[in-house]
C-alpha cells in the first residue's frame, strides 16, 4: 500500500487513520469509488473515470468540495507523495459524516468526504496472463433493473458474495446472470466474446456498469477491423463461443479459459484477446 493518502484536502500518512465512525460510507455504503492504473507516474484515463465519478455524484447529490481540476490535481499529489511510478489509485467519495438515518434530511448540506490511495506494482501476474482466468456463475441473479448496477457504488456486497462462491469452486472470478438468464457482468470486470471476426458483450441494459476499459477495448477492436456486438447472451452462448476474454481497469484484459469446468475453445487463451491485450498496453504508452 502506499506511504501517503489524500483526504479532504490534505495528505496524511498512512498509518494514520483519519475517517470519522460516523461516516455514511463506512455506515451505508453511501458513496461511490474508483480505480485507475499509473504507468510511468501518469494516471491512465483519469479524465474519463472523474466524468464517471462526478456524474455519479450528481446522481446520489453528493455535495462535493472539490471541483475536478481540485481532484486533478489530488491525484497527482498522492503520486508523487509516494514515488509512484507503475501501480495503481482508489478515489473514495462518501456523502460524508453526518446525523444517523438513511436520507439526512436534517443536514441536507452535508460535505462529501473525498480519499485517495495508492498501491505500487502490477496488480496481475505474467502466470496468470498466461493460463487465463477460470469463473464460474454466480448462483443469484443480477437486477438488471437495479439503479445501483449503473453505478461505481460503494455497495459491492453482491460481488463480494459472487466474488466468495467462485473462489470456493477454484475460480478466478464470477459470472453474473440476470433475471432473464443473459449473461452481465464479472464481479469486478466485464465480458466479452467472440465467434469468428465478431466480438459479442453484453449490453448496459442487461445490468452491468460499461467500464471505461470495456469501451476502450470496444474502440481499440473496431479500429482492427472487428464488428463489436452489443447483444444479450447465455451462458450457453458464451461455451460455444471461440474464446472470452474479460476486462477491468487493473487487469486490462485477461483471457478467460473455463467457466464452470467446461473450457472455452481449447481451453487456453485466445490470440485474439492476446491481440488486443498488446493493442492495449500499446495504447497505454501513448493514450495518457
Known amino acids: ?70 481532484l486533478e490535481d489530488a491525484v ?91 473462489q470456493k469452486k477454484g475460480a478466478n472470478e464470477g459470472l453474473f446472470v440476470n433475471q432473464k438468464g443473459n449473461l452481465t457482468e464479472g464481479t469486478v470486470s466485464n465480458l466479452f466474446a467472440t465467434c469468428g471476426s465478431k466480438l459479442f458483450t453484453p449490453p448496459p441494459e442487461d445490468g452491468l456498469l460499461a467500464g471505461i476499459t470495456r469501451n476502450l477495448v470496444i474502440e481499440l477492436a473496431k479500429n482492427q477491423g472487428l464488428e463489436v456486438i452489443e447483444e444479450s447472451f447465455t451462458p450457453y452462448f458464451l461455451l460455444r463461443s471461440d474464446e472470452a476474454f474479460l476486462t477491468n481497469s487493473l487487469v486490462e484484459i485477461i483471457s478467460l479459459v473455463e467457466v464452470d469446468d467446461i473450457p472455452i475453445g481449447n481451453g487456453k487463451p485466445g490470440e485474439l484477446s492476446l491481440k488486443l491485450h498488446h493493442s492495449y498496453q500499446d495504447y497505454t504508452e501513448k493514450g495518457i
Open 1 to 70: 500500500m502506499s506511504e501517503w493518502y489524500y483526504l479532504n484536502g490534505n495528505l496524511y500518512p498512512s498509518h494514520r487513520e483519519a475517517v470519522l465512525p460516523q461516516n455514511r460510507g463506512l455506515l451505508y455504503g453511501d458513496g461511490l469509488f474508483e480505480t485507475i492504473r499509473v504507468y510511468r507516474g501518469k494516471p491512465f484515463l483519469l479524465n474519463l473515470h472523474l466524468e464517471r465519478m462526478l456524474q455519479g455524484a450528481e446522481i446520489l447529490e453528493l455535495n462535493l468540495w472539490a471541483e475536478k481540476k481540485e
Open 76 to 166: 497527482m499529489q498522492v503520486i508523487k507523495a509516494n514515488n509512484l511510478t507503475g501501480g495503481w489509485l482508489r478515489i473514495t467519495l462518501t456523502r460524508g459524516t453526518g446525523a444517523k438515518g438513511l436520507w439526512p434530511s436534517n443536514n441536507p448540506e452535508m460535505e462529501a468526504t473525498t480519499m485517495i490511495t495508492a498501491g505500487h506494482g502490477a496488480p496481475y501476474s505474467q502466470e496468470q496472463y498466461r493460463q487465463g482466468f477460470r469463473a464460474a456463475l454466480v448462483s443469484f441473479p443480477r437486477n438488471e433493473n437495479s439503479p445501483v448496477v449503473k453505478l461505481k457504488s460503494l455497495n459491492f456486497l453482491e460481488n463480494i458474495l459472487g466474488r466468495r462462491e467462485a
